[in-house]
């Protein structure tokens, strides 16, 4: 990280894998908390007051201040992958306390809402391959997210995310920095994805980002304004993007994007819309430095909170619950009998194969029977708070596919597909990318470990086949060669609830509907299944942008 812009303290020295770098850092930043911290007890200065509960995003000029310092010690003191990091913040923290300086707790229990934090970090000591994955996301990001603290349960996955992310906010490309940021934000905004937005937010600051674009969309300069429509649709209805919609943004004259711009975006969006569902999916919690994820309150004696992820503090497993879910129904007969139907499916596979207008009339009746699962309203949604300004028409929603008569003709994976044409025109572009987000695509969808629940050696591809399909299915896109038959064998409503909330209204996903589905699967197979599901929307999203691009080029 850059020095903040008062130029009092510099919190990039942190990230450097050189221990001296970071221990010179951390004594620029002690010698800056502690002035600051006995500025205030002498009455010399005073923290801005805290707000209920916590503290609002950062701004320019503001980064220096005491409360935010505070917020990001404890941060480090959690969650930073360098134990000298992590021992040094809690010891600077506990000096500021014993100054008479009230310092700030966490709130919450760990990285998810959904699974318990012991089980996360269970994983996290135990494999030695995540210390090199969090210490490579910390020195590039400068933290270590509750995402990335939910997706250890599948390193190869994280590390292919990791990577792609990196390349596409980092690395040389079309758009500048900030403008990477910004449209983060734009498209975690649809969704009222407070978390990724808060996260943007500070980073689009951090990389000289104007504050005034944060105040709303109409602030920004015109031509991220005309990405706003191009956005709206492809998060909620992305079968009516169209070659006009690409035109009117690469023929704007001065406003105009260009193709490789537009290609960057395009992937920027996508990536976004598929993370604030992963976001909800998984129930990710605040981080501990931002809104929503600390308080200055004084505990309750009831408050404990186990969020040392990276340190191995096991020390009060007993005060938690139990790590995996707890079925509410009868034994594992749920596990069993999806067992078996994908037996008999397999079997009558064999047998005979349905013909090509059987296949053709499953798929309109399971695109036509998506339309009927429907999300429902819950009080346990997350809190968010709004981030309205950040998009325009914010009635603009989910639709299902073919409502109330109205024909789009399905997209036909055979005549536009990401292996045969998205690909090549992202990665000639956009060069790399293309290579990046297919690998990010085969990892998730060929991910297995041969389980399912506590059975081992178990084929799962006809199941990842599935939910993959449905997805695609709710988006309108046909592979003539699947039997969507299937998909009702193996995917019972809870599971369809869940798969339609998390694609198409995230924002909606509840605890209940999580706990709901798959009541026997391990949480790690949970997570599995949201990556199924982000990629194969992200998938599904650029198959329609990228097939208007070609269609404008063509």
């Known amino acids: 990280m850059a020095a903040d ?42 923290p801005s007051p ?29 969650r930073c992958p360098f134990r000298d990091v992590r021992e040094k913040s809690e010891a600077l923290l506990r000096s500021v306390q014993e100054l008479g300086v009230r310092i700030p707790r966490p709130l919450g229990q760990g990285p998810s809402r959904f699974i318990p934090e012991l089980e996360i970090l269970q994983v996290c000591t135990e494999d030695t391959q995540m210390h090199t994955l969090f210490a490579e996301s910390f020195t590039t990001l400068g933290r270590l997210d509750n995402i990335t603290l ?39 905004a649809r969704h009222q994805c407070s978390y ?22 109409e602030n920004a300069p015109q031509k991220l304004q005309n990405l706003g429509e191009l956005n709206k649709i492809l998060a909620h209805r992305p079968w009516l993007i169209t070659k006009e919609h690409i035109e009117q943004l690469l023929k704007t004259e001065e406003h105009s994007w260009s193709l490789a711009e537009l290609i960057h975006a395009v992937v920027l969006l996508t990536h976004y819309h598929s993370l604030a569902s992963f976001t909800f999916g998984c129930g990710i919690n605040p981080e501990i430095h931002c809104d929503g ?51 008999q499916l397999q079997e009558c596979r064999d047998e ?28 346990e949604m997350a809190p968010t708070r709004d981030v309205s300004r950040h998009f325009e028409d914010t009635s603009y929603g989910y639709k299902d596919f073919s409502r109330h008569g109205m024909h789009v003709p399905t997209l036909h994976a055979q005549d536009y597909s990401w292996e045969d044409h998205g690909y090549s025109l992202v990665n000639r572009l956009y060069p790399d990318v293309g290579q990046l987000i297919d690998e990010k695509f085969h990892i998730a969808y060929d991910l297995t470990y041969n389980t399912m629940a506590m059975h081992k050696d178990v084929d ?3 199941l990842r086949r599935a939910i993959w399909n449905y997805i695609h299915c709710m988006f309108g896109i046909r592979y003539d060669d699947y039997d969507y038959g299937e998909i009702n064998q193996l995917l019972d ?8 909330t998390v694609v198409c209204m995230p924002e909606k996903t509840t605890k209940r509907m999580y706990d709901s589905f798959w009541r026997q699967f391990k949480h790690s197979e949970k997570v599995h299944v949201n990556l199924l599901l982000i990629e194969a929307r992200m998938q599904a999203e650029l198959l329609y942008a990228l097939r208007a691009i070609t269609r404008y080029m063509t």
């Not at 504050?211 to 969309?217: E, F, Q, R, S």
């Not at 004084?298 to 009060?316: E, L, M, Q």
């Not at 194969?353 to 798929?363: G, I, M, N, V």
């Open 5 to 46: 812009r008062e130029g009092e303290v510099r919190w990039d020295g942190l990230c450097s894998r050189d221990g001296g770098a970071r221990d010179s850092a951390l004594e620029n930043i002690r010698q800056a908390v502690l002035r600051k911290s006995e500025a205030v007890v002498l009455g010399r200065g005073k």
């Open 50 to 78: 805290p707000a209920a509960g916590g503290l609002p995003p950062s701004l320019p000029g503001s980064s220096g201040g005491l409360n935010e310092m505070l917020a990001r010690l404890l941060m480090l003191s959690k």
């Open 150 to 188: 939910v997706m250890v349960f599948h390193p190869q996955y994280l590390g292919s995310f990791l990577k792609t992310q990196h390349y596409l906010l980092q690395m040389d490309g079309p758009l500048p920095l900030h403008y990477r940021h910004y449209i983060g934000i734009m498209a975690a």
């Open 196 to 217: 990724l937005v808060n996260l943007h937010v500070s980073d689009f600051l951090h990389v000289g980002g104007d504050p005034k674009w944060l105040n709303g969309l």
């Open 293 to 343: 994820g600390h308080t200055f309150r004084p505990p309750s004696v009831s408050d404990y909170c186990i969020c040392d992820i990276t340190n191995g503090n096991h020390s009060v497993c007993e005060t938690q619950g139990p790590v995996r879910n707890i079925p509410t129904t009868e034994p594992s007969s749920e596990v069993e009998a999806l067992m078996e139907k994908m037996k």
């Open 352 to 379: 005979a194969k349905a013909s090509k207008e059987e296949k053709a009339t499953r798929f309109e009746q399971e695109k036509r029977e998506s339309m009927l699962v429907c999300c429902s309203e819950d009080e």
């Open 460 to 462: 799962t591809s006809m």
């Open 493 to 500: 409503r809870s599971f369809k609830v869940y798969i339609k």
